[in-house]
């Protein structure tokens, strides 16, 4: 069964707009961490964000923010202020008690000028 | 500079052959993992191993060996018997550390190497 979903087609998005893209898990483990990574064409994998799941506080880093909503089990990444370095595929990935990443799909997001 | 390095970065191989991609990490990680990738696709685990001379299998090993007998190395060997292995892939590392009070582990974000893209002809 996929643990992890990112269903939204590819996104176009406005230089300076935010962007929001989606990522709803599955788990019934009450220990976990949800991560963010982005994939460049260059192919390299950039860590982005992490939300453990006991944590009160939505994650920050910068231009990024967790929108975690574990009642929903939703962990929707928020890119502000989007510059064009930000066309790229974004990836959702969740740990579980057995220390495994598991990875969705991703999501296609394209930046225009 | 510390990080992964995965070797070959393009790599063609023959129907039938055996081929080991490299995978080197100098950040005193004890968790290692290999991915792979499919064009459009997400990364799935292939092995992974969090500790020296040890190793799981994860959701796609058929085809596939690795072994892990220093901290640093955790090469991976694509079989004959792998049908289709056309594709990109990644080696990853990570911290393992324990809860307090607790013999659990986690680990924590990944670091990923450049990845490694093997074409069979």
């Known amino acids: 069964a996929q643990k992890i979903t990112q269903t939204q087609p590819g996104m176009f998005v406005q230089e300076k707009e935010a962007v929001t893209l989606d990522c709803t898990y599955d788990t019934s483990d009450p220990s976990y961490g949800l991560f963010w990574y982005k994939q460049p064409s260059s192919g390299e994998m950039i860590f982005l964000i992490y939300q453990g799941s006991y944590d009160q506080q939505n994650a920050t880093e910068g231009r990024y923010s967790l929108n975690f909503q574990k009642a929903r089990k939703s962990a929707n990444l928020v890119i502000s202020a989007s510059q064009l370095g930000d066309s790229a595929m974004y990836f959702c990935a969740m740990r579980e008690g057995n220390n495994r990443l598991a990875f969705g799909k991703g999501n296609q997001v394209v930046v225009i000028p | 500079d510390g990080g992964i390095t995965q070797s070959p970065k393009y790599l063609f191989r023959k129907e039938g052959q055996n081929v080991t991609l490299s995978c080197e990490q100098n950040l005193n990680h004890d968790a290692m993992y290999w991915y792979r990738q499919d064009p459009g696709q997400g990364l799935r685990l292939i092995y992974y191993?969090?500790?020296?001379?040890?190793?799981q299998k994860g959701d796609i090993a058929e085809g596939y060996s690795v072994s892990r007998e220093k901290k640093e190395s955790f090469p991976l060997t694509v079989t004959s018997a792998q049908k289709n292995p056309t594709a990109f892939y990644l080696c990853?590392?990570?911290?393992?550390?324990?809860?307090?009070?607790?013999?659990?582990?986690?680990?924590?974000?990944?670091?990923f190497g450049e990845g490694s893209r093997l074409t069979v002809l």
């Open positions: 191993s969090q500790i020296v001379n040890d190793f």
């Open positions: 990853a590392s990570s911290i393992v550390s324990k809860l307090p009070g607790s013999a659990s582990t986690y680990t924590g974000e990944l670091f």
